[in-house]
């Protein structure tokens, strides 16, 4: 429930618990506590439930890459980069940029107010993170939105980007001191 006791569950032990890479003690010791903790036990049911879900549609063959697929992405990324240079190109860029930035604001809830005020503060640091990190993530969505219908593979990759982007830009702007 709160913190505290969260912060003595065996969260990293999680995931090597269902890979079967814990050692027997350490094994025998997290099973005791899942017994008795609601928090891991849920977690662990989650992360089973999505572990099934992901086995079962690698088995329908749904994420079933092309042979060639390194291949086309490197030759994709390339005329992607090349296509960027383009004024027109560009404004997409910006355009769907925008609206990722939007996106992640969203997702920070609360934090968005924060987040706004230190991005300008932090100012061109800031800037340079975003355009990057948009400039690459307009190529491959579009290598994705090309190689795939746009479809399950493109929701779950972006999910897994703006978690991943969403954490690391709130932890940055969280230990900058504030003004
Ligand atoms: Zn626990």
Do not use: W
């Not at 969260?6 to 999680?14: A, M, N, Q």
């Not at 769907?96 to 107010?113: K, R, Y």
């Not at 491959?140 to 982007?165: D, K, M, P, T, W």
């Amino acid at each position: 429930m709160n913190t505290d006791s969260r912060s003595s569950c065996p969260f990293e032990d999680l995931a090597a618990y269902i890979d079967g890479e814990l050692s027997p003690d350490r094994e025998l010791e997290v099973e005791l506590h899942f017994a008795s903790c609601t928090d891991c036990y849920t977690e662990l049911n989650d992360q089973k439930a999505f572990l099934r879900t992901l086995d079962q549609t690698l088995k329908d063959g749904e994420f079933e890459l092309p042979a060639d697929f390194a291949k086309v992405v490197v030759a994709n990324a390339e005329s992607s980069v090349a296509g960027l240079r383009r004024p027109h190109e560009r404004y997409n860029a910006v355009f769907i940029c925008a609206g990722l930035s939007l996106f992640v604001l969203f997702a920070l809830g609360t934090q968005a107010g924060v987040l706004v005020d230190q991005v300008g503060a932090v100012g061109s640091f800031f800037g340079h993170l975003f355009n990057s990190f948009f400039i690459g993530l307009a190529i491959i969505v579009r290598n994705i939105a090309s190689q795939f219908a746009f479809g399950v593979s493109a929701i779950i990759f972006l999910s897994a980007a703006f978690a991943v982007f969403s954490l690391y830009v709130s932890r940055k702007v969280l230990r900058t001191p504030g003004l």
